[in-house]
């Protein structure tokens, strides 16, 4: 009899080690960053192959760096092309965005991205008002189409699409569901500082703890303002603190996020954004809009918004830097 006992608590015991989730690590390049992902399985897993797969067909439908692309393609003008279900939702995603920010987060600012220098092609020698002007008919999500036959369809041929400040998040979402796919419920992507946390770090047994980036962070020794905790949702960051080109010829300074009201790459009173968003591409979308659309109107616009939060730092008539957060993200602040 004591033997049985014994065996079934040798059997109890290796199956308990057994199921104990193991942590794995992944790391490589994409959408022309780096990404990481940590995950939890009981089971031994080989993930490189399918997450290789889900990022070459986010590059076949919209990357604009790509010739062969269906984006790329519908830019040049081919009016043929039946567009995926990864096209179908950026422009799903890129039109309810666009409407609820009146316009500020637009996928057709690609010809101005290009102008500036931050798409491409090479940047134009002089944007004045005039060349503005002429540009600016080719900006709006309005004039671009859907048809039901799968097809889009521009008002001008000249207009060019960019889904780069959705793609990457829409992208971060698809491994997601593909890890899902696989029985993992415990997770972390981060991709070109973009995150979706799901479960939590099982090891300690905490929500994901990731760091919200200083504004004077040095690229190659960044530091971080604040620690927060994360749990079944993503986050996104945008800040022009970093992003921007200066002309060689004029002197001219260009910050990398654009009004495509007024078709201006200037500073706006925000100089950096965090949102989280129930999906990674949302937050994407949200933290691009919000550099555009600056203090006042970011928070009116965020009065419309549900699942929605956002950590600002801006700054002040007096030019001293201040931090705005809504109070579902403070909640979730470490320090």
């Known amino acids: 009899m004591k033997n049985i006992i014994w065996i079934l608590f040798f059997i109890l015991l290796v199956s308990c080690k057994n199921e104990r989730p193991q942590k794995y690590f ?3 390049q ?4 780096t990404f990481s992902i940590q995950v939890y399985s009981i089971n031994d897993i080989d993930l490189e192959k399918g997450i290789d797969s889900v990022f070459y067909k986010v590059n076949k439908s919209v990357s604009t760096y790509l010739p062969e692309s269906d984006i790329s393609k519908i830019n040049r003008g081919n009016t043929d092309i039946i567009v995926d279900d990864i096209f179908i939702d950026n422009f799903t995603i890129s039109a309810d965005v666009f409407k609820t920010t009146g316009g500020f987060f637009d996928p057709t600012i690609g010809v101005l991205r290009n102008a500036y220098g931050f798409g491409d092609t090479n940047p134009l020698q ?4 005039l060349a503005l002007d002429s540009m600016l008919k080719f900006v709006g999500f309005n004039k671009v189409k859907l048809t039901s036959e799968y ?4 008002q001008y041929p000249e207009i060019y699409i960019d889904f780069n400040a959705v793609a990457k998040g829409y992208g971060i979402d698809l491994i997601g569901k593909y890890l899902e796919s696989k029985g993992i419920t415990n997770y972390l992507i981060e991709l070109g500082g973009e995150i979706l946390a799901k479960g939590k770090n099982v090891e300690k047994n905490k929500s994901w703890l990731v760091g919200i980036e200083n ?17 079944n949702i993503a986050m996104a960051t945008s800040g022009n603190y970093r992003k921007f080109r200066i002309d060689s ?3 001219n300074k260009y910050v990398h996020t654009l009004n495509p009201i007024t078709g ?6 925000i100089t950096s ?7 990674c591409a949302l937050a994407d979308a949200y933290a691009t809009a919000f550099m555009a659309l600056g203090m006042e109107h970011s928070k009116v616009i965020l009065e419309t918004l549900n699942g929605i939060d956002v950590y600002f730092t801006y700054n002040d008539q007096n030019n001293e830097e201040q931090v705005f957060a809504t109070e579902g993200l403070k909640n979730k602040l470490l320090n």
């Open 30 to 33: 994409a959408f022309g960053t």
């Open 215 to 231: 504004v004077s962070s040095n690229l190659n020794d960044r530091s971080y303002s604040n620690i927060i905790a994360l749990e």
């Open 249 to 251: 010829l004029t002197g």
């Open 151 to 154: 097809k889009i369809e521009k």
């Open 26 to 28: 992944f790391k490589g």
């Open 126 to 129: 002089e944007i004045d008002s």
């Open 273 to 279: 954004v965090t949102v989280l968003a129930p999906t």
């Open 264 to 269: 201006s790459a200037e500073k706006s009173d």
